[in-house]
């Protein structure tokens, strides 16, 4: 199954990305159909749970501010929201609807169960049970906010002391802005290959002085909406600005059109943002050096209805200094073959790590195309085993940058498992490794530092 697999480490690892969704798309756009089936079915059970809310609250004889034990919004239900979907659900958010205030979640309470109890939401594709690492920041709700949420809609979603609700908090900011990265204004437009997507690739002055390190950035959004990635790649040498360069000069608008990666030969990922996140931190005490005076690759993938809006979207940078370099560590299992139309197909590699000393594995990054569907990842060493990643519901519409709570050790010698399953149903041919939107990949990143 795997014949050729390759392990990068530290220099001229070369990092090729694309993220997209081409069928995913038309269901987010609320078609009603393909990807989204689990959730329509979590939506209209919603309306079960506004029977269910007339019958209890005939049956309590009005008893509707939650008085007797159980949970009500006001005292439980919107503190675990305000945590977990307000990010996303507020007005002029990215989601399509609000869950702020209770008239708003109130006739979507058994949904709202429903969804969180299958993990569909919030989007963490990751596993966050804690049987494979924990992660900081993880929108993963605890057991007991899911039997809080479920016994709530159960009861017919009491609205408890309105009055106490909370509101919703100020997002947070980035704080001392060393730079802003400005791309120029565009309006998107549909590919033919991706009636609702637009994947295109700005190179982009950083604007940032000698010396430190990216420690944070933060996304400002021209169009809220329509945002659905970014993802940032360094140029490693100067025939990559060259070629990158030529590519946005070819181009009679704004920027290039690119898929799978930045398109040009020595980039590799140094960021990546999806909505919801208003600011991406790197894990605490690193970062990620940019080259001075030296342009970066901004991808934005654009998902968008009947048709895009000019955009001009700026990211502001954040620099630290004396801090600890991350250095990307990739696993990558390039030599697929995908049988058409099978529902789950493996592939699987297993590589050395052929680093010269240890480190540690700050954060992680799965990465398939539009058919992956899980991915696993373990080290095997002489000492054991350690499950480095664990992927359940891998969605290309929600590929991030992971911080373990804990830094995973990787040593030299050990071996780094891939397991990537794919669903190739209704596709013909056989699906190889590749940049293009009907190719896949299987690959992990890791961001390291040296073993402390
Ligand atoms: C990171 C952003 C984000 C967060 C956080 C988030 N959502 Fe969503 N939610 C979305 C988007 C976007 C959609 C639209 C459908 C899609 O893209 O999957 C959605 C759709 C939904 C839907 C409708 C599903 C359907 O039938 O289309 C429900 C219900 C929902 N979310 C509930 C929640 C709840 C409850 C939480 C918190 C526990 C939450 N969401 C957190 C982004 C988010």
């Known amino acids: 199954m795997t014949a050729m697999v390759r392990a990068a480490w530290a220099t ?92 708003d979640a109130k006739p979507l309470a058994a949904g709202i169960a429903a969804i969180s109890a299958a993990r569909e939401m919030p989007p963490w594709p990751i596993d966050g049970t804690g049987a494979c690492q924990s992660y900081d920041d993880a929108r993963w709700l605890a057991d007991d906010e899911l039997a809080t949420l479920a016994a709530w809609a159960d009861a017919g979603a009491p609205p408890g002391d309105l009055a106490a609700a909370p509101s919703p908090p100020s997002p947070p900011t980035l704080g001392t802005v060393a730079s802003t990265i400005t791309l120029p204004p565009y309006t998107p437009v549909a590919e033919p290959e991706h009636p609702f997507d637009d994947y295109r690739c700005f190179v982009v002055d950083t604007g940032l002085p000698d010396g430190g390190s990216m420690t944070a950035f933060e996304v400002r959004p021209g169009v809220v909406e329509q945002a659905h990635h970014i993802v940032m790649f360094s140029l490693e040498d100067d025939a990559a600005v060259q070629q990158a360069l030529a590519l946005q000069d070819e181009d009679a608008v704004p920027g290039y059109r690119c898929f799978g990666s930045a398109g040009v030969g020595s980039s590799r990922i140094v960021g990546a943002w999806t909505p919801g996140v208003p600011v991406v931190r790197y894990p605490e005490g690193t970062g990620v050096v940019l080259a001075p005076g030296r342009p970066i690759v901004v991808q934005m993938h654009y998902n968008f209805g009947q048709s895009g809006m000019l955009d001009a979207t700026a990211i502001d940078v954040q620099l630290g200094e004396g801090v600890t370099p991350l250095v990307p560590v990739i696993f990558v299992d390039s030599d697929l073959a995908i049988p058409p139309d099978v529902g789950d197909h493996v592939e699987e590699s297993v590589t050395s790590f052929d680093g010269d000393a240890p480190v540690d594995l700050m954060a992680v990054f799965p990465h398939m195309h539009q058919i992956g569907r899980t991915m696993h990842v373990e080290i095997e060493s002489a000492g054991g085993n350690a499950c480095a990643a664990d992927v359940p519901r891998y969605d290309f519409h929600w590929q991030e940058m992971y911080r373990y709570a804990a830094p995973v050790r990787l040593s030299p010698g050990d071996q780094v498992r891939l397991q990537c399953h794919f669903s190739s149903l209704g596709r013909e041919g056989t699906t190889t490794w590749g940049e293009g939107s009907g190719d896949e990949m299987c690959a992990v990143v890791f961001f390291a530092q040296p073993a402390g």
């Not at 089936?37 to 019958?55: C, F, L, V, Y």
């Not at 439980?76 to 989601?95: E, N, Q, R």
């Open 12 to 103: 001229g690892a070369l990092w090729l990305l694309a993220c997209g969704h081409g069928e995913g798309a038309a269901a987010e756009q609320g078609s009603g159909d393909g990807s989204s089936g689990d959730a329509t079915t979590a939506a209209s059970d919603a309306s079960t749970g506004a029977e269910a809310s007339t019958a209890a609250d005939d049956s309590s004889g009005g008893s509707d501010t939650g008085t007797a034990a159980g949970p009500t919004w006001a005292q439980d239900v919107a503190p675990i929201l305000a945590a977990h979907c307000w990010s996303c659900h507020t007005d002029g958010g990215f989601a399509p609807f609000s869950l702020v205030d209770y008239d």
